[in-house]
Structure formats: C-alpha cells, structure tokens
C-alpha cells in the first residue's frame, strides 16, 4: 500500500483508507449483540463513530441512552459480576478505548434458554468491537494486558437501592477470567458478593 502514496502539500495530502463497514452480530445467547463500528484506517490512525443514534436505530437498535462511564484498570483487575433490578435495569454498549479486556455477561432472564449460560468475548482498541448487553444481564470484565480503559452507554441511571452483583469466582458459572490467580485484583465489595444461586434476580424472559 506504501507504493501508491505521493508526496502533496499537507492540506491536500491525499491518503488512501481503509473502511471496515459496521456490521451486527447476533451471539448463541438471545438479545446479545456484537456490533462491529465503521473504522476508516489509513496512516494517521483510525476514526470511527463510537455511537449514532440514528444509524444504530436503522440497524435495529432503537434505544435511547442516557448515562456515559468511564474506568480505568490496571493489570489483573476484575470488575463484576453487576446488574441493577427492575425497574432500574440497564441496558449497556460497551467498548474499549484504551487496552483490552475480557468482558462477561451472564443470562439471568428466567426462562430464558440460555438462562445462567454466559459469554466471554475479547474487546479492545484494535478490533474497536462493541458488545449491546439488554436488561437482565450480570455484566464483568478482567484486564488481561498492561491496562484498560472501559467506557459504556446506558439507558437507565444508577440506582444504589437497585444494585446488586455476582462473585466473579461462583463455582456454578465457572467463568474462566484469563487471569492468573495470584494476580487477580478485586474491590472488598466484589469479592463479598453472592454466588448465582443465592443471588437476587427479577428479570424475565420476553
């Protein structure tokens, strides 16, 4: 690609990009989806749009998104499992910008067919993937690498009286957080926790 480039004056230098057109997928749990943004690549770096309300509401995901966060994670971190109850379930677009992370969800929908099954996917700033996580779900991440910085969308605010979580180490779902265990780091609440089976849930399957 180098050999096509040529030498302009740098306000109309002239590059050639590449466009990974944005794509949804739907994953083996209902309702779970991993979006794939347009990226434009060329030798500056990339841009891409992190959310458009109108371009994802033509792609089906009509939702209206009202709170932003942000973390930061060093290496070893393990943050989740969480969740809010109803009426304050949220629904999440999560994504990386900085580092990568393995991100966690858990199905907590009774009857739903992938009820306690959960999905662990890679997400970081190369593969620049977005995860859509709908309501009544336990939703973690782990730093596997140096470091991460985590940002999701929400379309309900935090609620405290709501919120409650699993333990990232419950025998029952038997997640695999690809840290080692001499290096996990967890917060004193996280790691006080109940395991799946005690844990308090109201979420239904519709």
Request: with cysteine; charged share 25%.
């Given at each position: 690609?180098?050999?096509t480039?040529r030498?302009?004056p740098?306000k109309?230098?002239?590059?050639?990009?590449i466009?990974?057109?944005?794509?949804?997928?739907?994953?083996?749990i209902?309702?779970?989806?991993?979006?794939?943004?347009?990226?434009f690549?060329?030798?500056?770096?990339?841009?891409?749009?992190?959310?458009?309300?109108?371009?994802?509401?033509?792609?089906?995901?009509?939702?209206?998104?009202i709170?932003?966060?942000?973390?930061?994670?060093?290496?070893g971190v393990?943050?989740?499992?969480?969740?809010?109850?109803?009426?304050?379930?949220?629904?999440?677009?999560?994504?990386?910008l900085?580092g990568?992370?393995?991100?966690?969800?858990v199905?907590?929908?009774?009857?739903?067919?992938t009820?306690g099954?959960h999905l662990?996917?890679?997400i970081s700033?190369?593969?620049h993937?977005q995860?859509?996580?709908?309501?009544?779900?336990?939703?973690?991440f782990?730093?596997?690498?140096?470091?991460a910085?985590f940002?999701?969308?929400?379309?309900?605010?935090?609620?405290?009286?709501?919120?409650?979580?699993?333990?990232?180490?419950?025998?029952?779902?038997n997640?695999?957080?690809?840290?080692?265990?001499?290096?996990?780091?967890v917060?004193?609440?996280?790691d006080e926790?109940?395991?799946?089976?005690?844990?308090?849930?109201?979420?239904?399957?519709?």
């Amino acid at each position: 690609m180098d050999s096509t480039w040529r030498k302009l004056p740098a306000k109309s230098y002239k590059e050639p990009k590449i466009c990974f057109k944005m794509k949804i997928h739907q994953t083996k749990i209902p309702g779970l989806l991993i979006i794939e943004p347009d990226v434009f690549l060329d030798k500056r770096g990339f841009f891409y749009e992190a959310y458009n309300y109108s371009r994802y509401s033509e792609m089906g995901i009509d939702i209206r998104f009202i709170q932003d966060n942000c973390s930061y994670s060093t290496r070893g971190v393990i943050r989740g499992l969480h969740y809010q109850l109803e009426p304050y379930g949220q629904t999440k677009l999560v994504q990386v910008l900085k580092g990568k992370v393995l991100d966690v969800v858990v199905d907590l929908r009774q009857n739903s067919p992938t009820f306690g099954q959960h999905l662990a996917l890679e997400i970081s700033d190369e593969n620049h993937l977005q995860l859509l996580i709908p309501k009544g779900f336990a939703h973690g991440f782990s730093v596997p690498g140096k470091e991460a910085v985590f940002a999701y969308k929400c379309d309900q605010y935090y609620n405290s009286a709501s919120e409650r979580g699993i333990n990232y180490n419950d025998a029952t779902l038997n997640i695999n957080w690809n840290i080692p265990e001499d290096e996990i780091i967890v917060s004193a609440k996280d790691d006080e926790l109940p395991g799946f089976l005690d844990a308090e849930r109201d979420f239904m399957f519709v």
